[in-house]
């Protein structure tokens, strides 16, 4: 008797079944994952940013206004606080046992769904290291912030040698930093991987200026650098800015990369115009709004530093790179902001006649330059005065408001 063949949908049913019990048994439960946030880290680090938060504000204002002797007392007080090694001890020695005590009653909680994760991953461990360095962290920023701004007021005072100097021996001491805590007979060490205070405060551009800004002593130090016609140690400083990092490759990344492949052609004036062109944007302390862009409108002065400084800097990047738009459209926004309105038209004019020549009359990063994408606009009166300053220019339209 022949062997009946099973029909294709019994097969099918059959291949159906055997696929379902294979993808369950290779199935893997989703991963276990710790709280983000340790409650009592939360609430010790509040304290700690109620009580020192002050200091850095009111170190800012007085750079803001140019009292640099008082901001130097400041920047000296927070370094203080920030390696006072007893204030470091105190806060573990408080958080350190709480910490702990939090995460083994949370992993009690839920022990069916944590135990073959963290019994033998050491992530209990790693937990405990991460959350507790956001407190060290914050300590020793204090020093960073403290330490950056004392190079800062040494460059706004033009003691460029001294800066350097200072800036290298905080860079040689600094590049990683651990600290040991004991609870219970274990040793927890925070790797300086995770936090590489104070390398990247000082150096890297994460100082904070206000709610959303952040401030680079790398550039400050690539000028110092210039200054002292030492233009490679200048070039380097700012190929390693968080301008540079941050900046997307038709922005500053179009001037890192002249840098880079192009060093030897370019000369030092405009390797000095790239630099004060990307300190207006240091000085105006807005990484968040502008990305590393070319600001088209008047910056926020809730948000940034001091924008007479980044005006400063934009009038230097202009008469070191006069050909440069980008250099153009920096001072002629920065004079708007600051309302001086016949130097607008003139930058603005001057853009216009640049363009007119052709492209090889000028230079930008920018792929689709135009001057109907800059956000400046003058008083009738001023726009009047200068059409009768300058009979029969041919100019270029700039919007203007009614004023008496």
């Not at 340790?38 to 009111?58: F, I, W």
Request: charged content about 20%; hydrophobic content about 35%; overall charge negative.
């Amino acid at each position: 008797m022949k062997p009946t063949q099973p029909s294709l949908s019994k097969l099918f049913l059959v291949l159906g079944v055997l696929g379902l019990l294979g993808s369950q048994a290779n199935a893997q439960p989703p991963r276990f994952t710790l709280p983000a946030q340790s409650t009592v880290v939360e609430a010790a680090l509040n304290g700690l940013k109620y009580r020192y938060d002050p200091y850095m504000q009111t170190l800012q204002a007085r750079l803001d206004q140019g009292r640099y002797a008082e901001a130097l007392s400041l920047c000296r007080t927070l370094i203080q606080i920030g390696e006072d090694k007893s204030l470091l001890q105190k806060t573990l020695a408080e958080s350190g046992p709480s910490v702990i005590e939090e995460i083994d009653g949370w992993l009690q909680a839920h022990a069916s769904e944590a135990k073959s994760v963290f019994d033998v991953g050491g992530e209990r461990e790693r937990w405990i290291e991460l959350q507790l360095d956001k407190l060290v962290s914050y300590i020793k920023g204090l020093s960073g912030f403290g330490h950056g701004y004392a190079i800062h007021i040494l460059f706004l005072e033009g003691k460029y040698a001294q800066a350097i100097a200072e800036g290298e021996r905080l860079l040689a001491e600094a590049k990683s930093y651990h600290w040991e805590y004991t609870y219970g007979g274990e040793q927890y060490q925070t790797p300086a991987q995770i936090h590489t205070w104070p390398k990247d405060a000082i150096c890297s551009g994460t100082i904070q200026v206000g709610n959303n800004s952040v401030y680079g002593i790398d550039l400050d130090l690539a000028i110092c650098y210039y200054q002292q016609r030492e233009y490679v140690q200048a070039r380097d400083y700012f190929l390693q800015s968080w301008l540079v990092r941050n900046s997307l490759p038709f922005t500053f990344g179009y001037y890192a990369q002249r840098l880079r492949e192009h060093f030897r052609e370019i000369g030092y004036q405009e390797l000095g115009g790239i630099l004060y062109l990307a300190e207006t944007l240091n000085a105006e302390g807005e990484e968040a709004a502008s990305g590393g862009w070319f600001i088209s409108a008047p910056p926020d002065s809730r948000y940034c530093g001091d924008l007479k400084a980044a005006l400063r800097y934009a009038e230097e990047a202009y008469k070191l790179m006069p050909n440069n738009l980008d250099a153009c459209q920096q001072y002629c926004v920065l004079l708007y902001a600051l309302k001086h309105y016949m130097q607008v038209i003139d930058v603005y004019e001057y853009m216009y006649s640049l363009i007119k020549k052709g492209p090889s009359a000028y230079v930008t990063a920018q792929t689709n330059f135009s001057l109907n994408n800059i956000n400046v606009a003058v008083p009738k009166s001023c726009w009047e005065a200068w059409k009768r300053k300058h009979p029969g220019q041919k100019t270029f339209y700039l919007p203007y408001w009614e004023d008496k």
